[in-house]
């Protein structure tokens, strides 16, 4: 049985699928604002969903996973205008570095990354049944939810409308009937992008896209799993609830998962304070598969304290899972076939069997990781005259099953293909010349094809990502 802990509830709850036959799970997380490098924070959030799906799917679910962009928004827009090129060129850019560092993550692709641009229509839809049914209102070619009109309103984030009305700045927007109303269409001001509607020329507002999109991905009806992180809480998650529910007149997800924080010396990293990591910067010190450990290391709705110690201290919790491989390997290649023991089985079944029950208990990965390393040290412990082959394999099998399941994979170091060498010696010949923007673009050619490159005193180093 797997117990979640639901954002809705505040507590700990079975999982019943909506799925009548309890096989199919739909889940949707909240996608980047493509208008900057993907940072730790984004890494965190997209790892722990990683794990979710990964989990659900060794427990023998289909799962669907849907997550967004958000490829036109007001920073976007900004930027691309400071950059002086489309917004169109920005979020691109930005889409395409997400896909980088996630897959540096072994973060698996979603099965659908709908985009707000390319669902419009589908939008305007979604905003017009709200109006319709009478929970939005229009003016001068803006359209409003109108918050009181939801009397479920605070329900996730568990704030009280009353609280929220004292504390509203009244003065923002004077045409709005209430001002907790949000937007969801925004009328375009001068020189910003826009599309047609029947209110006017404009766009959707922030929180009416995931709305739309995930309903409309999962057939418009009530969807298992949202998740995102704890900063999306209020009010982009409690406006989803609002107009979705309104929209639809039934209940939008049934489990809200959120992630804790990632903290430097305690404080949320922001870059306001200055303490702004992007995923680029950290791969530069340290491997994708370090930083994935250390973004496992807690649990998920737990603060995540940032720091090159615990970087440090999850490199070597890892090489001693990668040590503890080779040594196997090793083993076997040296030990004579022979029956499994029954003292190697009930070990090893045991600790998997705590394994899974660390993460049947919402998804509990420094727990299920004490596991990994218990099978890692019975391998260790492992002596040549009381064991054959048949242990040693069985140590290490589920050793590496289990790290799969926690995305923690080992990496088998495959022939680089003739193309990437090729695209590898223009590059090298591109640095010889101090063509650096041509060398930039063809290391980021080699990345998009699932390989990185990496500068050494002995010349360039191709790694399969």
């Known amino acids: 049985m797997i117990k979640l802990h639901n954002t809705l509830s505040g507590g700990k709850e079975e999982f019943i699928l909506v799925d009548k036959d309890g096989k199919n799970v739909n889940m949707y997380v909240c996608g980047v604002t493509p208008y900057d490098e993907v940072h730790l924070g984004h890494g965190r959030c997209y790892v722990v969903f990683d794990v979710v799906r990964r989990y659900l799917e060794y427990r023998g679910y289909k799962v669907k996973y849907i997550q967004n962009f958000t490829d036109i928004d007001d920073k976007i827009i900004?930027?691309?205008?400071?950059?002086?090129?489309?917004?169109?060129?920005?979020?691109?850019?930005?889409?395409?570095?997400?896909?980088?560092?996630?897959?540096?993550?072994?973060?698996?692709?979603?099965?659908?990354?709908?985009?707000?641009?390319?669902?419009?229509?589908?939008?305007?839809?979604?905003?017009?049944?709200?109006?319709?049914?009478?929970?939005?209102?229009?003016?001068?070619?803006?359209?409003?939810?109108?918050?009181?009109?939801?009397?479920?309103?605070?329900?996730?984030?568990?704030?009280?409308?009353?609280?929220?009305?004292?504390?509203?700045?009244?003065?923002?927007?004077?045409?709005?009937?209430?001002?907790?109303d949000f937007a969801l269409w925004k009328k375009a001001k001068e020189g910003e992008p826009f599309w047609e509607s029947p209110w006017g020329n404009g766009r959707p507002g922030w929180h009416i896209e995931c709305s739309a999109m995930s309903l409309g991905e999962f057939g418009f009806d009530t969807f298992d799993i949202h998740g995102g992180g704890l900063d999306l809480v209020f009010p982009h998650h409690e406006n989803e609830i609002a107009q979705s529910e309104a929209a639809i007149g039934k209940q939008f997800a049934k489990y809200w998962l959120h992630n804790g924080f990632v903290t430097i010396n305690k404080e949320k990293m922001s870059k306001s304070l200055g303490n702004f990591f992007t995923l680029r910067e950290i791969f530069e010190k340290y491997d994708p598969m370090v930083v994935r450990y250390f973004l496992i290391s807690n649990h998920y709705r737990s603060p995540l304290d940032f720091s090159d110690d615990k970087l440090e201290q999850a490199k070597n919790a890892w090489e001693r899972l990668l040590n503890a491989i080779e040594k196997a390997e090793d083993m076997v290649k040296a030990l004579p076939s022979g029956r499994l023991t029954e003292g190697s089985k009930k070990t090893v079944d045991s600790l998997v069997g705590e394994f899974e029950k660390a993460m049947d208990d919402d998804f509990n990965t420094p727990e299920a990781l004490a596991n990994i390393h218990g099978l890692a040290n019975g391998i260790f412990v492992l002596e040549p005259i009381n064991v054959c082959a048949e242990d040693v394999k069985y140590y290490l099998s589920k050793l590496k099953d289990l790290c799969g399941v926690l995305g923690l994979t080992i990496k088998d170091e495959a022939a680089i293909p003739p193309a990437i060498l090729q695209l590898s010696e223009k590059r090298q010949m591109a640095r010889k010349e101090k063509n650096w923007q041509l060398a930039d673009e063809l290391r980021k050619e080699i990345e998009k094809s699932g390989f990185t490159v990496e500068d050494t005193k002995a010349g360039p180093k191709i790694k399969k990502i």
């Open 78 to 180: 900004k930027r691309a205008n400071e950059k002086k090129i489309p917004y169109q060129e920005l979020s691109q850019k930005f889409i395409d570095d997400y896909f980088v560092q996630m897959r540096k993550l072994n973060i698996l692709d979603a099965d659908s990354y709908p985009r707000v641009t390319e669902n419009i229509e589908e939008i305007k839809k979604f905003i017009q049944k709200i109006i319709d049914n009478g929970y939005a209102y229009t003016v001068d070619g803006d359209v409003y939810f109108s918050v009181r009109k939801f009397k479920d309103y605070g329900k996730l984030s568990k704030r009280n409308i009353e609280d929220l009305r004292s504390g509203a700045r009244v003065g923002v927007d004077e045409r709005k009937e209430d001002p907790l």
